[in-house]
């Protein structure tokens, strides 16, 4: 049996650069960090000559071909493997849309997860593009490359994305002080509400005709670089402006990103004293995180919004790993 999971990430700035039909052309950059909520794959051989796939719903079929999952289907063709077996996945919090990337959470997990079943050992670098190949290619998702790099190395990290289709990862290092404040400026809630990240990313993917919106993702970029400096000085004091700044330009690429309960939160969180924050992933719903200066104005927030569910979590170092095989 082996069990392997991969973390959840919160993108702070450059989202929608990772785009194909954008840095193939411009190159983009992205800034984001793991969290310590995870997807867990299982899988282990089956006594019956089928496969069972347990998600959020439960299949049993006769052949890899049947299965209704594309990211296990395809996986599983990929690698050739065609033997019963158990697929068993499980996550911290709600594994489809969050805004947390946690359909390529799941595509790292369990590639990660498939090779240990075949005996062999994936370094990040090769997990991440396989995991981009599964959901851009074989599937046909209309999704950037920044949510499988941040699952499977994790950490606080700046991509840049360039023009040839390769990606380059620069871990920002910073003291373990710093860490840990910059861990607790932020607060998280989810406000649920339904949405089609394919359909607004795929949306977001064609208004990039428009050059206002290439103006807009190249200024989304140099707030990347910017927030990169920032943090490599320590300095915390200007990233709430660089998100505020950052999702209101967001807002702009397509109509759907936000919406009239988004927008009031976001304005009730700025007015109580928030310096900035954003709508996570594609957009429509979610999770919202906000940058927060002092617990105070925390508790004030926590007050205002608690009719909504507040999200702890910590920053993270882990990527995707094996925590169990037997």
């Keep these: 049996m082996i069990i392997a999971k991969a973390p959840f990430r919160i993108s702070f700035v450059g989202g929608g650069s990772d785009l194909p039909s954008f840095y193939k052309k411009y190159g983009g950059a992205v800034l984001s960090t793991s969290i310590n909520k995870y997807v867990y794959i299982l899988i282990k051989d089956r006594f019956e000559e089928t496969i069972r796939c347990s998600y959020s719903k439960t299949e049993i079929v006769k052949s890899v071909k049947e299965l209704e999952h594309d990211l296990v289907r395809n996986a599983l063709t990929d690698l050739d ?129 428009e050059k206002k919106n290439v103006n807009t993702l190249k200024r989304m970029v140099e707030l990347a670089w910017a927030l990169k400096e920032e943090f490599e000085n320590s300095n915390l004091d200007n990233f709430g402006t660089i998100l505020n700044e950052n999702w209101n330009l967001k807002k702009t690429l397509e109509n759907d990103i936000s919406n009239n309960k988004v927008d009031d939160i976001y304005n009730e969180c700025i007015n109580l004293g928030a310096t900035g924050g954003k709508l996570l992933g594609a957009g429509g719903g979610g999770f919202m995180i906000f940058i927060v200066p002092n617990e105070d104005i925390k508790n004030r927030i926590r007050t205002k919004l608690s009719s909504l569910r507040e999200v702890v979590f910590n920053l993270t170092n882990e990527g995707s790993q094996i925590v169990y095989e037997d």
Excluded: H, M, W
């Design 81 to 209: 493997i065609t033997k019963s077996l158990e697929i068993v996945s499980s996550a911290d919090i709600p594994s489809s849309g969050t805004g947390l990337g946690s359909s390529s959470s799941f595509s790292v997990a369990l590639y990660n997860a498939l090779f240990a079943y075949l005996g062999k050992r994936i370094k990040p670098k090769e997990l991440a593009e396989r995991a981009c190949r599964l959901e851009i290619e074989l599937v046909g998702s209309p999704i950037g490359k920044q949510d499988q790099y941040a699952a499977a190395f994790g950490g606080l990290n700046f991509y840049k994305f360039n023009t040839d289709d390769t990606v380059t990862i620069n871990p920002i290092k910073v003291k373990s002080d710093f860490y840990e404040k910059l861990n607790k400026s932020l607060i998280s809630f989810y406000i649920g509400g339904k949405r089609d990240a394919n359909k607004i990313l795929s949306s977001q993917s064609d208004n990039l005709n």
